[in-house]
Each structure stands twice: as C-alpha cells, then as structure tokens.
C-alpha cells in the first residue's frame, strides 16, 4: 500500500512529511513526493525509487513551510515513474493532492474531463480527482471535495492542499485508512501510526466517510457532511507495534488483511459488478487461437496456479498444464505461437518464473502474469498484466498475495469461459455474488481462531504433520503443508487422500497429526472413507470442512466448519484456518515466523 503524511503546525512542514514517511519506509514502494505551500506558493518535488532520492532533489530546497502533503507510492496504476509519483496537480497548478487507494471510475471520469479540455500528464488513476477538484473549486476546497467525493467509486484516503488558500488542509476517508495525530495545535494527518508517533500518541482515527478540516483548528464532517466530533485515544504502541498495527508479526497481519485484499484484489477487476480487465483481456479471436495454456511458477504462487487451472479447465473447458518454472525452464518442449503462458508471481522478480517467462518468450507464446507488483521484471516484460492488489507483502511465507494469485486466476478463467461461450452471463454473475460474499466469510474465520490455536499446540512437537484431500481440496492442502513446513520446521507432506493405499497410508501410525480438508460435496463421501483409514491406523484427524458436514465431523478427532459457499471457491475460504495453523504453530514453538531459516522472501537466483 502507498503511504500518506500530512502536516499543518508550527514545525517546517518538509522535515515532519520526510520523517513520517521514512518510517513507512520497512514496507517497500517505488516513488515519494511531497507539496508544501512557502510564502503562499506550492512547491511540489517528486521521484521515483527512494526517499533518499526525494531529499536529494530538496536539497537546495530549505522550504519554510508549514503546511504540506507527502507520499510513498507502491503503483497500481502506470509505472513508478517520477510523473506517476504523487502529489498530482490540478491542470492550473492550484491544487495537489495524495491518494490511497483504488479509484475504480477513472477511466470514464478521465475521458469525460478530456472531452470538456482538461489534460492529464500521468497514467494514474489519481490526478483525475486533481483535476476533478480544479473543476468544482469555486474558492473554498472544502466545499469542492465535498462535491468530488461524491463522484468518485472505489477507496481513497486523501490529503489536499491549495494555493489559493495556504492555511488549509483537507482529508478523505473513504475504505482506505486515515488516522489524525494531535500535537499541541498541530495535526498530522497520516495513513498509518508510525509516522504520526514521534511527534504525538493522541489520535483520532478517522471513520469511514469522515472529511477533514484543518485550518484555525480542526473539524470533521461524517459521510452526510455534518459536522461531528470523534473520540481522542492516547495509544501506548511502540513504533515497531505501530508498524504491525498491533499484530504480533507481518505473517499475522497479512493473513487477517485478507479480507480487504480480496475486496481490493476484485476493484480492478470488476465493473459495475462485471468482469473487465481491461488491457489484460484477450479478444474472443486471441483465445481462440490458443491451443496450448501454461501456467507456470514457484512454490506458493504455482499452487495458486494449481487452482487456476482447474478454474480455466472447468469454466473455460481448455486443457491446462500447471508447472514449476524450475521445471518449466528446462522442459518446455510444446510451445510455440498458439501457446498462452501464464506467469504468477507476488513480487514479479522470481529468477525461474522470469527465466520460464524469457523462454516462452523466445518461443513465441503471448505471456500474461498475474503479480502483486507493477513494474517489476516479470510485469514489465510480459505482454499483458493482471495484478493482485494485495498491497505489499512482508512476511516472507506467503498468505494475502495466495488467495488474491487465487482470486484473479478465477476472474481470468471467468472472462475466457464468458468470451468463449463456455458459460452464461448469468452464471457468472451467480458466482459473482458469492465471489463478493467471500471477504465476510474469510472474516467469520478470522473471528474464530480459538479452536485453530488449540490445534498448533497440539501439534507443535510433532516430528511429522500430514494433510489429506482430494481435487480442490489436494490443492487446498499443498499449500496448508507447505505454509506449515516454511514457518515451523515440521516436516508436513500433502498427501492425495485417494493415494494412501498406494503407499503413504505406511506413514500413519498412533497419534500422527493429520489434517484433512473436505469441502466438495461430490467427493466428500471418498474422503470420508479416507478419513477413517487413516483414522483406524491411530491418526488424529483435524478436518476442515464446509458446514454440512456432520458425518466427517463424527470421524475426526477435531473439525473446523468454514462458512458456506460453492464449491469451486472453497480453496479460498479453506486456505485460511491452514494459515493460521502454520502462524499458531511457529508461535507455539518461539519461532521467528517473519523470518523463518534459510528462506528469503524474493528469489532472485536460480
Ligand atoms: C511461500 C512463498 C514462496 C513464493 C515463491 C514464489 O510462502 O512465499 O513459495 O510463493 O518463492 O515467489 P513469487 O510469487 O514472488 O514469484
């Protein structure tokens, strides 16, 4: 996520919006700006790379100000590229302004404002509001982001200032977080805590709606524009909390921001609630022409790909072939200019997903990635992008980026199925709808981990875990093993439930720790039977399943019930008790999760 950091005080404007934004620095961007009004002029400065980029260009610049906007970008829209960077300025220059978030209308809104002869010098979806503001301001910028606010869909967190009126400053909280640090008179208005609590640990945390003031004090107005006060807390978080937003670890915060990255993952994605992926999509004719679909990755990302070809097989009934690009690299015999490759990748710079990405290339098939990152190798040199919009992910085992790889592998397959006559409109909108039911679900589960930590402790010493289940559900628990093996050192091996017979059954003895996961209806009777196998060899068996499933209930030692969905979207909401088992259990056992051994978070070696 990108970071904001407003300042209006007493102190130099500039050294409050650097220091703020430094410490946001742990969490990776591509570009940092600020705007400051000095002597009643605005002065805007931005580069792309590092902050220490941005201080560089200021160096000649003393800048007293006192009033200013700052921002890190990490892109979501057009390369991280010094125009791209924040703050955007109206077309006169009057007005500049910081965004978080996902303006989902911009696209229409921009080319409205180009017909009425407004120009836009970047590729972001940001200046339009800039530019919006320009159009409504008629001398009181409240007023004009009160009428702008209305126009705009998606979330946004905003900071604005004006020339024409150099002791004002104006927030948004519209989704996307904004908290207001008190100082004395000053107030620093910010994205995220840590850049707020050097200076002052009295916040008010803007509520969703609210629109902020600042100017001889300050004044909130809620989502209906009347005016109301909001609570003073005194927090007592050390910075590094602060970063972790209260959690514990990143792993634990990444894994409860699930459901907002789904809901981000989807803004791009869909248009008044239809799927348009814009310049990622392939005409009916280009799908068409394919005759051969990979999807290729490394560890997590290809066992999201495990998922999406399943979900291109089922609905866009093409044939797919899911491999590891360790593999693919070496082994890739059939591709040739009917072949469509699709890479998956969070952070866009995995040697072998780059190298498998280069060969396709070199082979002419047409490449599509699917990535958390913009502007990252891999995106840069594949010919169409889908991206994750999980925001950044720091824990090195992987958990938002996984279930937003998953969820935009299923928009693809939808739109290919829908552009290929595989299926109707109206079935997909009936997977819609359940589709945009998920983030509630995924937060049902996360409002119920009691009986997940209880597990963790359970299993903390074992010397071996195994997971069961069959199709979706094997999909499902490749991942639930490996996401435990990465952060707690057990040795956990997935297992296809139907194969047990055919050897692994051997490995079951009294008191092995299995996990089964069971949630499609038309195999649940064979997983059943597996169940009991494993069962009658003195396995303990937790099951994750969906919420009619009394009988396997009865056969295990402990159950999880996931809140209801279709079938085919289970490995979404199944995945997450498996995360949340792997953190409890590296917790369990006083490991450092974030950080678990020999492991790095980017590999960018073969
Ligand atoms: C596991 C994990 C890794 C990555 C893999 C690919 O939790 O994070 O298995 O999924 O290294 O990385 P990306 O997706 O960056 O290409």
């Known amino acids: 996520m990108c970071g904001i950091v407003c300042y209006s005080g007493k102190n130099a404007a500039k050294d409050v919006i650097l220091e703020g934004l430094e410490r ?85 809104l921009k080319e409205k404002l180009i017909k009425e002869g407004y120009h836009f010098t970047s590729s972001t979806d940001t200046e339009v509001i800039a530019v919006l503001l320009e159009k409504y301001y008629e001398g009181d910028l409240l007023e004009a982001v009160k009428k702008v606010r209305k126009i705009l869909k998606g979330s946004y967190a905003l900071g604005i200032i004006a020339q024409s009126e150099p002791d004002r400053l104006v927030c948004v909280r519209c989704e996307s977080p904004l908290v207001m640090g008190l100082a004395g008179g000053d107030v620093l208005v910010a994205s995220d805590i840590p850049s707020i609590l050097k200076y002052t640990n009295k916040l008010i945390y803007l509520e969703n709606g609210d629109l902020l003031d600042v100017k001889d004090g300050y004044q909130i107005y809620d989502i209906d524009d009347n005016k109301v006060d909001r609570e003073i807390k005194e927090v007592s978080w050390s910075l590094e909390a602060a970063s972790k937003e209260g959690f514990d670890h ?170 290929l006559k595989k299926i109707t409109e109206k079935e997909v909108e009936e997977i819609l709808k359940e589709v945009s039911k998920l983030p509630g679900k995924i937060q049902e589960i996360l409002d119920n981990t009691d009986p997940i930590k209880e597990f963790a402790n359970e299993i903390k010493d074992a010397s071996s875990v195994f997971y069961i289940g069959r199709g979706l559900d094997y999909y499902s628990v490749i991942e639930g093993a490996l996401k435990l093996k990465e952060v707690s050192y057990i040795h956990s091996e997935a297992l296809a439930a139907g194969e047990l017979k055919h050897g692994t059954l051997a490995l079951i003895e009294e008191g092995s720790p299995v996990i089964a996961v069971a949630t499609q209806e038309n195999i649940m009777d064979k997983t059943f039977s597996n169940i009991e196998e494993v069962r009658a060899r003195g396995a303990k068996v937790f099951t994750i399943c969906g919420e009619n499933a009394e009988k396997l209930e009865n056969v295990s030692y402990k159950s999880y019930k996931l809140p209801q969905t279709i079938d085919s979207l289970y490995p979404i909401l199944a995945v997450i008790p498996e995360q949340l088992l792997a953190y409890y259990t590296s917790g369990a056992k006083g490991l450092d999760v974030d950080k678990p051994r020999n492991l790095a978070k980017s590999v960018t070696v073969e």
């Open 250 to 419: 990143f792993m634990e915060k990444e894994i409860f921001e699930q459901p907002r990255a789904i809901e981000d993952c989807l803004r791009n994605k869909l248009v008044d609630g239809k799927i348009d992926l814009g310049d990622a999509s392939f005409t009916k004719e280009e799908l068409r022409n394919f005759n051969k679909v990979y999807i290729v990755a490394c560890g997590t990302a290809s066992y999201a790909g495990n998922i999406g070809k399943y979900a291109i097989e089922k609905f866009a009934q093409i044939p797919v072939v899911n491999e590891l690009a360790s593999e693919f690299r070496y082994n890739n015999h059939f591709i040739d200019e009917k072949t469509l490759l699709i890479l998956v990748s969070q952070s866009g710079e995995t040697a072998d997903t780059l190298a498998a990405l280069r060969e396709g290339k070199r082979k002419k098939a047409t490449t599509l990635v699917v990535t958390n990152v913009l502007a990252s190798s891999i995106d840069r040199e594949a010919d169409k992008s889908v991206y994750c919009l999980a925001g950044p992910e720091i824990a090195v085992a992987s958990t938002k980026a996984y279930t937003t790889q998953v969820m935009s592998l299923y928009i693809l397959a939808l739109d290919f199925a829908l552009k």
């Open 24 to 108: 946001l620095e742990y969490r990776g961007y591509d570009s940092a700006g600020l705007s400051v009004i000095e002597k009643g002029k605005l002065f805007t400065a931005k580069r792309s790379g590092k902050l220490s980029n941005l201080k560089l260009a200021l160096l000649d610049h003393p800048l007293e100000a006192n009033i200013g906007i700052g921002h890190i970008r990490w892109a979501t829209h057009g390369a991280p590229t010094d125009l791209n960077a924040h703050p955007h300025l109206s077309n006169d220059k009057n007005i500049a302004l910081v965004h978080n978030g996902i303006i989902e209308n911009f696209h229409e």
